[in-house]
């Protein structure tokens, strides 16, 4: 079973910045799938943020993070990045790293098979 740990969520000031992880654990290994960001505030739907192509070549990002966000991956460390910068309070969520299979960059939650277990984002003003 593929495992993804996300880490380096926190409680920031709006403008502020963050690093999130999502590392591969035990045998799982990255390479051969697309990976994504989602994110979920109570009582909301999961949404998609970001989502890079099995080799970094192709990206996608959700209209609300264009020119604030950037996801990026390495692969050599089995792990996938989302640089959030000039956060702002509606930020504020669990964010989830996703694994899918090679093909279209989906940014629909139910197009990827392999979840993480979340790490909190918590936004003030």
């Known amino acids: 079973q593929v495992q993804l740990v996300e880490s380096g969520g926190g409680l920031v000031q709006a403008g502020d910045s963050l690093r999130l992880s999502c590392a591969a654990s035990g045998r799982t290994f990255i390479t051969i799938y697309n990976m994504g960001w989602f994110r979920q505030a109570p009582g909301k739907e999961r949404e998609f943020v970001a989502a890079?192509?099995?080799?970094?070549?192709?990206?996608v990002y959700a209209d609300s993070v264009k020119g604030r966000f950037t996801i990026a991956r390495d692969n050599a460390k089995n792990t996938v990045y989302l640089q959030m910068n000039n956060l702002k309070p509606e930020d504020t969520a669990v964010y989830y790293c996703?694994?899918?299979?090679?093909?279209?960059?989906?940014?629909?939650?139910?197009?990827?098979?392999?979840w993480g277990q979340g790490t909190q984002v918590t936004v003030s003003s």
């Open positions: 890079i192509s099995w080799n970094g070549g192709s990206t």
């Open positions: 996703a694994g899918g299979r090679l093909g279209p960059l989906y940014t629909v939650a139910n197009e990827y098979s392999y």
